[in-house]
Each structure stands twice: as structure tokens, then as C-alpha cells.
């Protein structure tokens, strides 16, 4: 899935892969393989690439949010008393 996301990333961020890869001090040659579609091999070097396009690692992976992430955002305001209840699983 990275195939897809990397390069939709790259086009709404308007970077290039030569500055991502400065950025993030991963090697054009890694992240123009995970553009063609190779898997990657070091999770630290995806970490870093996920974070200067300031997405998940989750999602700069699999192009969708973390099913299992307990976070939410919330995109609109929201006005009112609300009653808020937190389970541990």
C-alpha cells in the first residue's frame, strides 16, 4: 500500500523525494524503491520518513488510520457540556 500513499503524500506535502530524503536523512535510492513498491526494511527509516510528512506510521504504511489507534481527531468545533467515559481494555 505504501506505493500508493508515499507518492499521494509527496504530491499534497509538494515535496520531492531528493528533500524528503534530506529531511528525514533516509537515501533517495530506499524511498524511491518504496515507491516502486519494494517493502520496507528498516521500520526506523519509515518512522522518520511518517514523520516529516507529519502522518502515522500506520497510515504512511497501510493509506488508512489505525483501527486499533485510540486516538480520534476531531475536525469541527463542538460546543456544549459532554459526559466523556474512558474503558481500559
Keep these: 500500500m505504501m506505493k500508493e500513499t508515499l ?3 509527496l504530491r499534497n506535502k509538494d ?3 531528493k528533500e524528503l530524503s534530506r ?4 537515501s533517495p535510492s530506499t524511498i524511491y524503491e518504496w515507491k ?3 517493502i520496507p526494511a528498516n ?3 519509515v518512522r522518520a ?3 516529516i510528512l507529519e502522518v502515522t506510521l500506520y497510515y504512511l504504511l497501510y493509506g488508512t488510520h489505525d483501527p486499533q489507534s485510540s486516538t480520534h481527531e476531531i475536525s ?3 460546543e456544549g457540556t459532554y459526559l466523556i467515559t474512558i474503558k481500559k481494555n
Design 15 to 17: 515535496i520531492t523525494i
Design 49 to 51: 520518513v511518517a514523520e
Design 43 to 45: 521500520i526506523q527509516n
Design 23 to 26: 529531511l528525514s536523512e533516509v
Design 76 to 78: 469541527e468545533n463542538i
Design 36 to 38: 516502486n513498491g519494494r
Design 7 to 9: 507518492p499521494a503524500l
